[in-house]
């Protein structure tokens, strides 16, 4: 996240002349925010595999760098601004225009919440996340490549003792992260530096490298630089730092404000915070009632809340041990795969390895999808295995298909997989449809027939549960006054999610405010596209060409795509 020393930005505007046309405006606008963003953020480029990040160091977050990099954003801002849309209308820079707009948008109005300055997490937005997981990807195959990677491993001192800056001056302006995710950083920091440095995960590069001149010289990074960092930063938080006791995130300076910035940023859409936590409530009672059909016509019983701790501690409904974790995702994910055909008008070739999440990320819950080649070609899903014995197969098979097929892993491979697109809409996403995508692929599996039996689809529609009831919590703890327990009271009366598993989830929530609501608000859109397409097109309807079309552009914000389908509905008919 951050560099050795003053990293200066590449000159990235260019002088528009008089000449050039609005088409050709908004594709360098648009491919001057691309890079200009991994530029400042190089950490994040894991994610989507861009291959144009930095190699050989991570994001500056120095004050006097964010001001730099806020000042780029306005820039770009005004220069779409002042593009006429209709000049565009019509032409594939109209969709790059739209998404690249509300994308700086976004970005803009995130900086009421200074993140910077309280970004304690232990969670994928967590450093040690970030760092170890753009390590995991990174080249070590020419001598350039490992002098980068050299280089990437040094600067992590620097950025660290950055971070400690940050959060001083975060702490002194009343900026501060909930304490229970300081001290589960503390435990997750611990971990690292306990482990062997040869095991540990910011060792990836040099176990890959079959370089041993090169291993043992990054081992001396680690050893004298990396390890003593992590040291400070831990202990700084243990021996110095305390986080707020009020978990949300209105406790901080214009909190209220940076949780409706945090929506938009995350869901693509504005909504106050209590319309959201109804609806939450609204869909939980509707998804209440299928899954109390499912309990008494397939379990036999009218008492869904005791079902459910059943499903949660009984040892016929939880895994023995990680490697049966593994062959039941596994299974689950080659039934995805091979149906796919049937129901998508193009699939594309492409690897996904599914691996155990490391030790030190136990408890941040779940699991996680990241692409891992910048062509689509391969992905990664990593299963949240710690504590088997304590995880239901209940929700498995559903969080398997809503992280590969036909979830983020199919999304993501056609995205990067199709050079039509400009790299913006390849290399970046809404999550309001990334995620609502993944989610209503849950749903999908089922009209598929993939899930293998009832106790499956009774977990499909408790994750389903699970995302209302994000829609109730997360509003709830940063608005609404809600504890971090009253949260985890009421997603274990409503989901059959261990403690373990729901602690974990609720401690994102409360690091990355506002994301938990792009699922179920995402996944309500395209079902409400879905069935108006089926009523419109009647026999016309053609599910393999919807779903396509729903994914033809990336994941693009909400409001676009309800633009997309309605204008593909009218095409239809028009044929």
């Given at each position: 996240?951050?560099?050795?020393?003053?990293?200066?930005?590449?000159?990235?505007?260019?002088?528009?002349?008089?000449?050039?046309?609005?088409?050709?405006?908004?594709?360098?606008?648009?491919?001057?925010?691309?890079?200009?963003?991994?530029?400042?953020?190089?950490?994040?480029?894991?994610?989507?595999?861009?291959?144009?990040?930095?190699?050989?160091r991570l994001g500056d977050y120095r004050k006097d760098r964010v001001a730099a990099?806020?000042?780029?954003?306005?820039?770009?801002?005004?220069?779409?601004?002042?593009?006429?849309?209709?000049?565009?209308?019509?032409?594939?820079?109209?969709?790059?225009?739209?998404?690249?707009?509300?994308?700086?948008?976004?970005?803009?109005?995130?900086?009421?919440?200074?993140?910077?300055?309280?970004?304690?997490?232990?969670?994928?937005?967590?450093?040690q996340t970030t760092i170890t997981s753009t390590l995991a990807l990174q080249a070590?195959?020419?001598?350039?490549?490992?002098?980068?990677?050299?280089?990437?491993?040094?600067?992590?001192?620097?950025?660290?003792?950055?971070?400690?800056?940050?959060?001083?001056?975060?702490?002194?302006?009343?900026?501060?992260?909930?304490?229970?995710?300081?001290?589960?950083?503390?435990?997750?920091?611990?971990?690292?530096?306990?482990?062997?440095?040869?095991?540990?995960?910011?060792?990836?590069?040099?176990?890959?490298?079959?370089?041993?001149?090169?291993?043992?010289?990054?081992?001396?990074?680690?050893?004298?630089?990396?390890?003593?960092?992590?040291?400070?930063?831990?202990?700084?938080?243990?021996?110095?730092?305390?986080?707020?006791?009020?978990?949300?995130?209105?406790?901080?300076?214009?909190?209220?404000?940076?949780?409706?910035?945090?929506?938009?940023?995350?869901?693509?859409?504005?909504?106050?915070?209590?319309?959201?936590?109804?609806?939450?409530?609204?869909?939980?009672?509707?998804?209440?009632?299928?899954?109390?059909?499912?309990?008494?016509?397939?379990?036999?019983?009218?008492?869904?809340?005791?079902?459910?701790?059943?499903?949660?501690?009984?040892?016929?409904?939880?895994?023995?041990?990680?490697?049966?974790?593994?062959?039941?995702?596994?299974?689950?994910?080659?039934?995805?795969?091979?149906?796919?055909?049937?129901?998508?008008?193009?699939?594309?070739?492409?690897?996904?390895?599914?691996v155990p999440a490391p030790a030190f990320e136990k408890d941040s819950g779940g699991?996680?999808?990241?692409?891992?080649?910048?062509?689509?070609?391969?992905?990664?899903?990593?299963?949240?295995?710690?504590?088997?014995?304590?995880?239901?197969?209940?929700?498995?098979?559903?969080?398997?298909?809503?992280?590969?097929?036909?979830?983020?892993?199919?999304?993501?491979?056609?995205?990067?997989?199709?050079?039509?697109?400009?790299?913006?809409?390849?290399?970046?996403?809404?999550?309001?449809?990334?995620?609502?995508?993944?989610?209503?692929?849950?749903?999908?599996?089922?009209?598929?027939?993939?899930?293998?039996?009832?106790?499956?689809?009774?977990?499909?529609?408790?994750?389903?549960?699970?995302?209302?009831?994000?829609?109730?919590?997360?509003?709830?703890?940063?608005?609404?006054?809600?504890?971090?327990?009253?949260?985890?009271?009421?997603?274990?009366?409503?989901?059959?999610?261990?403690?373990?598993?729901?602690?974990?989830?609720?401690?994102?929530?409360?690091?990355?405010?506002?994301?938990?609501?792009?699922?179920?608000?995402?996944?309500?859109?395209?079902?409400?596209?879905?069935?108006?397409?089926?009523?419109?097109?009647?026999?016309?309807?053609?599910?393999?060409?919807?779903?396509?079309?729903?994914?033809?552009?990336?994941?693009?914000?909400?409001?676009?795509?309800?633009?997309?389908?309605?204008?593909?509905?009218?095409?239809?008919?028009?044929?």
């Amino acid at each position: 996240m951050k560099a050795k020393s003053l990293i200066v930005l590449p000159l990235l505007l260019a002088a528009c002349g008089p000449s050039e046309a609005p088409v050709d405006q908004v594709d360098r606008i648009a491919s001057e925010f691309l890079r200009g963003y991994f530029t400042q953020h190089p950490e994040q480029a894991y994610e989507s595999a861009f291959p144009e990040a930095p190699p050989d160091r991570l994001g500056d977050y120095r004050k006097d760098r964010v001001a730099a990099w806020n000042r780029q954003v306005d820039d770009w801002l005004d220069k779409l601004n002042a593009i006429d849309p209709a000049a565009i209308a019509g032409t594939p820079a109209a969709v790059t225009y739209l998404f690249a707009l509300d994308r700086l948008q976004a970005v803009a109005g995130m900086r009421v919440c200074r993140m910077e300055l309280w970004n304690i997490s232990p969670t994928w937005t967590g450093w040690q996340t970030t760092i170890t997981s753009t390590l995991a990807l990174q080249a070590v195959d020419t001598a350039d490549a490992r002098a980068a990677a050299l280089r990437r491993a040094a600067d992590i001192e620097r950025y660290l003792d950055t971070e400690v800056e940050n959060l001083k001056i975060g702490s002194a302006a009343g900026y501060l992260a909930p304490q229970t995710n300081v001290d589960a950083v503390i435990g997750q920091l611990s971990t690292l530096i306990d482990v062997d440095v040869d095991n540990s995960p910011f060792f990836d590069p040099a176990r890959r490298s079959r370089d041993a001149d090169f291993e043992q010289a990054y081992r001396e990074v680690l050893e004298e630089r990396v390890v003593p960092s992590l040291t400070r930063y831990r202990d700084f938080l243990a021996d110095e730092y305390r986080g707020r006791e009020a978990v949300g995130v209105a406790s901080n300076p214009d909190g209220e404000e940076c949780y409706n910035a945090s929506v938009h940023y995350w869901s693509s859409l504005r909504m106050d915070p209590t319309d959201i936590h109804r609806a939450g409530l609204s869909n939980m009672s509707r998804i209440q009632a299928e899954m109390a059909a499912v309990a008494s016509e397939s379990f036999g019983t009218d008492d869904l809340r005791g079902l459910l701790e059943q499903l949660r501690s009984d040892p016929r409904y939880t895994f023995e041990s990680e490697a049966d974790m593994l062959a039941y995702v596994n299974a689950a994910v080659s039934r995805a795969e091979a149906a796919m055909p049937e129901w998508f008008a193009h699939v594309p070739a492409s690897e996904l390895s599914i691996v155990p999440a490391p030790a030190f990320e136990k408890d941040s819950g779940g699991g996680f999808y990241t692409s891992a080649a910048a062509d689509g070609s391969r992905g990664i899903y990593k299963v949240g295995t710690y504590n088997p014995t304590g995880i239901s197969k209940a929700g498995t098979e559903s969080t398997a298909f809503h992280e590969s097929w036909p979830g983020h892993h199919l999304d993501a491979s056609l995205s990067l997989g199709n050079p039509s697109l400009h790299p913006i809409l390849r290399y970046m996403w809404s999550s309001g449809t990334s995620e609502g995508w993944a989610l209503y692929s849950e749903r999908l599996a089922d009209e598929i027939g993939l899930y293998s039996n009832e106790l499956s689809r009774l977990g499909m529609l408790s994750n389903e549960a699970f995302r209302a009831a994000r829609l109730v919590v997360d509003p709830g703890m940063h608005v609404l006054g809600w504890s971090r327990q009253d949260a985890i009271d009421y997603l274990l009366e409503n989901t059959a999610e261990g403690y373990d598993s729901i602690a974990g989830e609720v401690d994102r929530y409360l690091a990355v405010p506002g994301q938990a609501t792009a699922y179920l608000l995402g996944s309500l859109e395209i079902q409400r596209l879905r069935r108006l397409a089926e009523t419109r097109l009647g026999e016309r309807f053609d599910i393999r060409v919807f779903h396509n079309r729903i994914l033809s552009n990336g994941s693009v914000t909400l409001p676009m795509l309800g633009m997309s389908i309605e204008a593909w509905i009218n095409e239809t008919i028009a044929k």
